[in-house]
């Protein structure tokens, strides 16, 4: 088993796409997703990057990292 956040990652870009679009998107690439696979979201919408890791642990996702900068929020969620 890979260990926790070491997994190659899923990178899904959503900047530019509105909440809750954004959340729709990820909870989308998810479901596709193997258990233990990594999603990285890269995100410009701050409702997205405050709700969506709420949303994602609320259906049984681990957030394993939530960062911001210059605008531009980055999530790393585990399916």
């Not at 900047?15 to 998810?30: E, F, I, S, T, Y």
């Not at 233990?36 to 609320?58: H, Q």
Request: charged share 35%; with cysteine; aromatic share 4%.
């Amino acid at each position: 088993m890979k260990a926790r956040g070491r997994a190659v990652a899923v990178r899904l870009d959503l900047r530019g796409v509105k909440c809750p679009l954004n959340w729709a998107r990820a909870k989308v690439r998810l479901e596709q997703m193997a258990r233990g696979e990594v999603l990285e979201l890269t995100l410009d919408d701050p409702r997205g990057a405050r709700d969506i890791p709420g949303a994602a642990e609320a259906e049984g996702y681990a957030v394993l990292e939530s960062t911001a900068r210059d605008g531009i929020f980055h999530l790393r969620i585990e399916r």
